[in-house]
């Protein structure tokens, strides 16, 4: 049982985050999700001062509410400075990140008080947090349920969305000759961006997440032009990951979050090899003949 | 295309479900324990005897805050008859892991430092509050957790109960003497010497307990990062007092008391690095530095040693 509760987590996050992430990578975003990993700093550290406490529940509070500020100031500064998103993405955590640097050396300097021992959980715990309420809920850990309704809330807005963000991602002239609000999905997108990435860092930390927004979709990116397919494979290739990672950690006795995270790296190397559209081994000339 | 990864991701998932191994891999009879950090799973052992296996999640030189869990050790814990912890957030997030867990019926799960008088505790933050959890570095507080340890084994396995108590009665004679020994050693050092300079805040309970004025670097967690004006501070701190050695830590980067030996030679004052303290961790299992006793020996002549 503990196998498949593992599977199933690592799974749930790799659809939520292979769903938004495929939009991430196409708006050149894709390092939102190690934006808000740091950004989330200084609301820990408001949290904490606020609730005298570390544990789960205000840490998530405080992540969730930077993370939402985190990609509100990303797209203020994309959108009204034209900044580049890069540009606009590192200013932001950095920036944020510093701020929760200073804010915890200056107030909580002797505590001990950072993402990873408040905030971020550890998928190989995930069958042990178990819920005692005496209800049908026992039956599986608070994570799983937890993920379940982040993934059907994430599925059912790209499912609703899909037009909208489609056209917003792809042409934003068009959209907005169509009367389509090309902020509003993106603020609905980086909304649901930012709570599943706060809910899944609690869930199984933060490296897993950060792998599973990007790798999964870039690779799907490698093998289609179409927005649907990609959907698709990107959702394949983060299961088969979190699949394939965990035996690799069963085999090598290490940790789960990093096996997958490196299964997907390496099933992206592989798609780059052998992709039928763009991969290097299928060119019929090599692009350089220097070593 | 599609279609076929997520029938092979499918079949996948499947045999998964289908094939279950049970661990039968435990000793017959004996008291599984679990302990996360090295110095809890002495306890245990010292404590249990040969009724009981202990195992634990941090080996030598893992550093708590940084501690991150295989697939291993969730079958430990799995197997487990019983967990220690040492608790006050010293596991972070893990804690409440094991909060959760204690609330089922079939295992035993214990954060021995939890029980101690919240007066005899460090306060560091009165947010809160919160406290120092390294309880370690007073041997007189720590021996309180060997008792801790043994009235709950008597509880749960009163079978063994006078066993437990034996050991635990011998094990306060040794810690005892262990106690006096420091002390002794301590006050070898001349008194305006009596400072550790160490890089992180681990030694808050044997500089008050012994009488050595403690300065860590680096805070209660080994993530924050030394300030500026710290560095400084220490440096003046250093020079002013003619201290003649500061000392690393097994379980944390050299690299910031590297910066403080340098600033003092700027200022012309030689001080050596004393040598290498157990902190958060304590050192290879089979040597002496793997056992408490032999952890605290081994920071008490390095520390007198560079000091006297």
Redesign the interface.
């Given at each position: 049982?503990?196998?498949?509760l593992?599977?199933l987590t690592g799974?749930l996050v790799a659809i939520c985050a292979a769903l938004l992430g495929s939009f991430l990578v196409l708006r050149k975003m894709s390092m939102v999700g190690d934006a808000i990993s740091h950004a989330v700093l200084p609301g820990l550290v408001v949290a904490?001062?606020v609730s005298?406490?570390?544990?789960?529940l205000p840490m998530l509070v405080g992540a969730a509410l930077v993370g939402m500020l985190t990609t509100f100031l990303i797209e203020l500064f994309h959108k009204k400075f034209k900044l580049q998103s890069d540009a606009s993405i590192g200013v932001t955590f950095t920036f944020l990140f510093a701020l929760g640097?200073i804010m915890?050396?200056a107030f909580?300097?002797?505590?001990?008080?950072?993402q990873?021992?408040?905030?971020?959980?550890?998928i190989?715990?995930v069958?042990?947090?178990?819920?005692?309420t005496g209800t049908v809920l026992d039956h599986l850990p608070?994570t799983v349920w937890v993920l379940l309704a982040a993934t059907i809330i994430v599925v059912g807005f790209v499912y609703i969305g899909f037009k909208g963000l489609k056209i917003t991602t792809f042409d934003e002239t068009y959209a907005a000759s169509l009367g389509i609000s090309t902020a509003f999905w993106h603020y609905a997108l980086m909304s649901m961006v930012s709570l599943t990435t706060v809910v899944s860092f609690e869930a199984v930390g933060a490296i897993l997440v950060v792998a599973f927004f990007i790798i999964p979709a870039a690779s799907a990116y490698l093998?289609?032009d179409q927005l649907k397919?990609m959907l698709?494979?990107a959702?394949?290739?983060g299961?088969?990951s979190a699949?394939?990672g965990?035996y690799l950690?069963?085999t090598i006795?290490?940790?789960?979050a990093?096996s997958m995270a490196t299964v997907a790296g390496c099933l992206f190397v592989i798609t780059f090899l052998f992709s039928p559209k763009q991969g290097l081994l299928k060119r019929k000339k090599p692009l350089s003949t220097k070593a | 295309m599609n279609l076929r990864i997520s029938i092979f991701a499918c079949l996948i998932l499947l045999t998964t479900i289908s094939c279950q191994r049970n661990s039968t891999e435990s000793a017959e009879g004996l008291i599984k324990i679990v302990a996360t950090t090295g110095m809890v799973a002495d306890a245990a052992q010292a404590i249990g005897g040969e009724y009981v296996v202990v195992e634990s999640l941090m080996g030598p030189g893992v550093d708590p805050h940084l501690y991150k869990a295989t697939h291993g050790d969730l079958k430990l814990l799995r197997n487990a008859d019983v967990i220690l912890y040492n608790g006050l957030h010293l596991e972070g997030k893990m804690a409440e892991v094991f909060e959760k867990m204690a609330q089922l019926p079939d295992k035993v799960i214990h954060p021995v430092a939890e029980f101690i008088p919240k007066a005899a505790l460090k306060v560091v933050d009165p947010n809160g509050p919160t406290y120092d959890p390294h309880i370690w570095f007073d041997v007189v507080l720590w021996a309180a957790v060997y008792k801790e340890i043994g009235d709950l084994l008597s509880h749960s396995y009163p079978e063994h109960a006078d066993y437990f108590k034996a050991n635990v009665e011998g094990k306060q004679a040794e810690l005892t003497v262990l106690d006096g020994w420091v002390q002794q050693e301590i006050n070898s050092i001349p008194e305006a010497q009596r400072i550790l300079i160490t890089a992180h805040d681990a030694f808050e309970y044997f500089g008050a307990a012994y009488g050595i004025q403690v300065k860590g670097l680096q805070g209660i967690s080994t993530l924050s990062e030394a300030g500026l004006r710290d560095v400084k501070e220490l440096v003046d701190l250093i020079v002013d007092q003619q201290i003649k050695a500061v000392f690393v830590e097994s379980s944390v980067p050299v690299r910031d008391i590297n910066a403080v030996v340098k600033g003092c030679k700027e200022k012309g004052h030689e001080v050596a690095i004393g040598g290498t303290l157990f902190s958060d961790a304590m050192g290879e299992a089979g040597t002496e530095e793997g056992t408490y006793e032999g952890m605290v020996k081994s920071n008490v002549n390095t520390i007198v040693n560079a000091l006297r």
């Open positions: 049982m503990d196998a498949f593992i599977i799974s904490y001062l005298g406490s570390r544990a789960s640097v915890v050396s909580t300097g002797k505590i001990d008080l950072d990873d021992c408040v905030l971020h959980g550890e190989a715990y069958p042990l947090d178990i819920l005692v608070y093998l289609t397919k698709f494979l959702c394949g290739f299961v088969l699949v394939l965990y950690a069963a006795n290490g940790s789960i990093g | -």
